[in-house]
């Protein structure tokens, strides 16, 4: 991982700067049970099949990860040499964890798992993403996603 105190002062100026939204702390809805949930993964870690185009710089859009997807068959696509990719590398439930849920799914905890699972690359503005997202969202509708796990890398 970066450690600030590490950085150059170019660097921590530039982060240190960055603008941090902020949010209502209130539910937004009140989701189903679990055991009733269809469930998608969105994931910021830049993940990629080995296949697929590489994120590019402040990038917006994501990539899609079939739920049969293998760990040995993604890539995580950050650009910044700053970023720890060791987690991912020992075990691709950190930022992606659909064996986990797969288990709950067979383990009736969880309802189902989407057949398609996104990942965005964390470093862009999310605010230059919303056009995208919105997009997103409509698909998840059509593929009757109730819940997102949101896991930001």
Known sequence: MALIDRMSEEEKTSIL???CPSFEKRV???????????????????LHRKGD????????????????????????GHLSTNFDRTGFQQDWNVVFP???LKEMVANGELGSLAEYHYS??????????EDTVRRLAGI???DKVDSVLLVPV
């Open 98 to 100: 659909l064996d986990r």
């Open 120 to 129: 965005f690359i964390g470093a862009t503005d999310p605010r230059k993403m």
């Open 28 to 46: 937004w809805v009140n989701g189903k049970p679990l055991k009733q949930t269809r469930l998608v993964v969105i994931s910021t870690a830049g």
């Open 53 to 76: 185009r590489p994120f590019g710089f402040d990038a917006t859009d994501y990539r899609i990860i079939p739920v049969a997807t293998a760990a040995d068959e993604l890539v995580m």
């Open 140 to 142: 998840l509708r059509k």
């Open 17 to 19: 700067s960055l603008p």
